[in-house]
């Protein structure tokens, strides 16, 4: 998809840019995903039946990568989310990034946008 | 004058090329890499002279015991120490100062006395301290630092008084490579009779470090960042305190006899080394001592200044570029941030183009809460770096720049 590293990035870099800042209010710790280097909040809300999803983050890159799940999974029902197949990451070439062992916590972001989209599912079934 | 490309040749590791590029390694604060005579050494061990230490009659076990404590040797002689028994092998730098803050304090502290440590300690030589502030009720101090992150010397001396058992500082930071009057700290702790703990993980990869001259009383430091072995840390420590200190940890080799009553402890050093020990990391040790050795310390300190200052020159001259600890007596180390981004950013396209950073906090909360910043970008230096790998790094980080700015 990307020629090179650089062109990978910026992508990333811009997406980071763009992608609307949260308010400082909701930047607190219940919102915080943890087993990240830069610290990222993520902010679920339901509407219509569907997951929206804000997030934040005091690292560019780290951003650009959130932004590109928000892209991906806000707007998707929560059923959806949960069985979403996140392989396309690997096939955009940011594969490396989905090692557990990469500190920017791309899995933790996943794992913690899925585990919202459960517990909102919840709320809308009660 | 270092034959750099000499230098170079001893290392494999450094033909490796990572995301495509040749390897530029700056993270050498973490761990250096390891000449080929290191490598060799553990090779050779395994090879010939495994066997468990101390304890064999038969011929393999001599061979073991005596490799391993040729690397006691080496380090007694490369720090000065006075006995080859002042020198207590450890896992590292974070398990000597956890001994001494174990047995030092089962012998000597109790409740209301005083410890002092800087603001700019790494966890390993702040953590063990609080730990004792909060189950042995010791009063811990800390010295601040000025505005060019310098130790406030005025401030350490009005922290000193009757009640002060030790001080434990750092001789060199880790983040941001200030090496501190450590002469000076320890005359003054001497005035009130406090014993002095060095942490010289960062110092001794760079600058010749001598017992006999310092007069410290505990000194620790890591082989794995001196070009040796992982898993074979140094407490160095004055022979009296070693005998009045306790065991740190309980188990074989560390007795003269046991009864069901009671057990008496062997001699130093092995009162302090209980369990079978990294025995390849003995060898290994020399041999990267012997490596260091035949360049020279002062060369190698020599050589990575040069560089230091040339990185300095050329990071200070990207107007985007922050750098930490802006005093003139630095060792090979350089902290700086990209204005207004976040270090991980910054590691994070270095690392696409070859180059090996640290990002983060270095283990250093308590100093980054006094900088203000969530961590920094760390470039240290080695023997075996070029002033080619610092121009390959500027051009890195002002591509960074450009593509995050």
Not at chain 2, 61 to 89: C, N, P
Not at chain 2, 209 to 238: C, I, N, R
Request: aromatic share 8%; proline share 4%.
């Amino acid at each position: 998809m990307f020629d090179n590293w650089e062109d990978k990035y910026q992508y990333v870099i811009d997406m980071g840019k763009d992608l609307h800042a949260l308010p400082e209010e909701l930047k607190t710790d219940d919102r915080l995903i943890k087993g990240c280097q830069s610290r990222v909040w993520l902010q679920s809300d339901l509407k219509d039946g569907k997951v929206i999803y804000s997030a934040d983050s005091d690292a560019i890159i780290t951003k650009g990568l959130v932004a590109l799940m928000i892209r991906v999974l806000s707007g998707q029902a929560p059923d959806d989310i949960m069985t979403a197949d996140m392989h396309f990451v690997d096939r955009i070439g940011l594969k490396e990034h989905l090692s557990p062992t990469r500190a920017n916590g791309l899995l933790s972001m996943i794992k913690q946008m899925k585990l919202d989209a459960v517990a909102l599912k919840t709320k809308l079934s009660s | 004058m270092l034959n750099i490309n000499h230098v170079r040749q001893q290392f494999p590791i450094l033909t490796e090329t990572v995301n495509g590029k040749p390897l530029v390694y700056f993270d050498n604060g973490a761990t250096t890499q390891k000449p080929q005579r290191v490598i060799d050494a553990i090779v050779h061990y395994y090879t010939h002279q495994n066997s468990n230490i101390h304890r064999g009659v038969h011929a393999l076990s001599r061979t073991a015991t005596d490799a391993y404590e040729l690397g006691r040797t080496a380090v007694q002689q490369f720090i000065g120490a006075k006995h080859a028994h002042e020198i207590i092998f450890t896992k590292g730098t974070t398990d000597s100062i956890n001994l001494v803050a174990n047995s030092f304090s089962r012998a000597f502290l109790k409740t209301g006395d005083e410890i002092i440590v800087s603001e700019m300690e790494h966890h390993s030589n702040f953590l063990p301290w609080q730990n004792l502030r909060d189950e042995k009720g010791i009063v811990l101090k800390v010295i601040p630092l000025t505005a060019t992150q310098d130790l406030d010397i005025e401030a350490y001396k009005k922290l000193l008084s009757d009640k002060t058992r030790l001080v434990a500082v750092t001789q060199v930071s880790n983040t941001l490579g200030v090496i501190n009057p450590v002469k000076e700290i320890i005359a003054e702790a001497k005035k009130y009779g406090a014993k002095v703990l060095l942490d010289g993980a960062q110092a001794v990869p760079h600058m010749k470090v001598d017992m006999q001259e310092l007069d410290a009383d505990f000194y620790a430091f890591s082989m794995h960042k001196v070009y040796g072995p992982t898993g074979m840390g140094v407490l160095y420590a004055k022979e009296e305190l070693l005998q009045a200190m306790p065991p740190y940890q309980y188990g074989g080799g560390i007795i003269k006899s046991v009864t069901i009553g009671t057990s008496e402890w062997a001699d130093l050093p092995n009162k302090f080394e209980a369990g079978t020990p990294n025995i390849e990391a003995g060898p290994a040790t020399k041999a990267a001592i012997d490596f260091v050795n035949e360049i020279g310390i002062e060369a190698i300190a020599k050589h990575e200044h040069e560089l230091l200052i040339y990185a300095t020159k050329q990071l200070q001259a990207i107007q985007e570029t922050e750098i930490y600890g802006n005093t003139a007596n630095k060792a090979g180390v350089i902290s700086f941030n990209i204005k207004k981004v976040h270090p991980f950013d910054t590691g994070t396209l270095l690392d696409q183009m070859g180059i090996a950073v640290r990002t983060g906090h270095h283990c250093t909360q308590p100093l980054m809460h006094c900088l203000g910043i969530p961590g920094t970008v760390r470039a240290s230096f080695a023997v075996y770096n070029t002033i080619e790998e610092v121009d390959a790094f500027i051009t890195g980080v002002k591509k960074a720049v450009k593509m995050l700015l």
